[in-house]
């Protein structure tokens, strides 16, 4: 199972997840499915880690 993990948009305040290991490291934004905001791991509103993802929420996963 990959690692994800959910961010909380700081525009918007939209969640949505990203996979661990590609996204949660120095120097990579996140890109806001809702609002198109791009932020760093550390600016989210809230940072959510789960060894799993959800089995109701796919399809949000962004990749740069
Ligand atoms: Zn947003």
Same mark, same amino acid.
């Given at each position: 199972?990959?690692?994800?993990?959910?961010?909380?948009? !700081? *525009?918007? /305040? @939209?969640?949505?997840?990203?996979? *661990? @290991?590609?996204?949660? *490291?120095? =120097?990579?934004? #996140?890109e806001? !499915?809702f609002?198109?905001?791009?932020? #760093?791991?550390?600016?989210?509103?809230? #940072?959510?880690?789960?060894?799993?993802? !959800?089995?109701?929420? @796919? =399809? /949000?996963e /962004?990749?740069?």
């Amino acid at each position: 199972m990959e690692r994800i993990f959910w961010a909380e948009c !700081p *525009h918007c /305040r @939209g969640r949505f997840y990203c996979n *661990h @290991g590609e996204m949660r *490291h120095a =120097g990579v934004e #996140l890109e806001c !499915p809702f609002c198109a905001a791009k932020f #760093l791991p550390e600016q989210a509103a809230a #940072l959510d880690e789960r060894t799993e993802a !959800p089995a109701d929420a @796919g =399809g /949000r996963e /962004r990749t740069k």
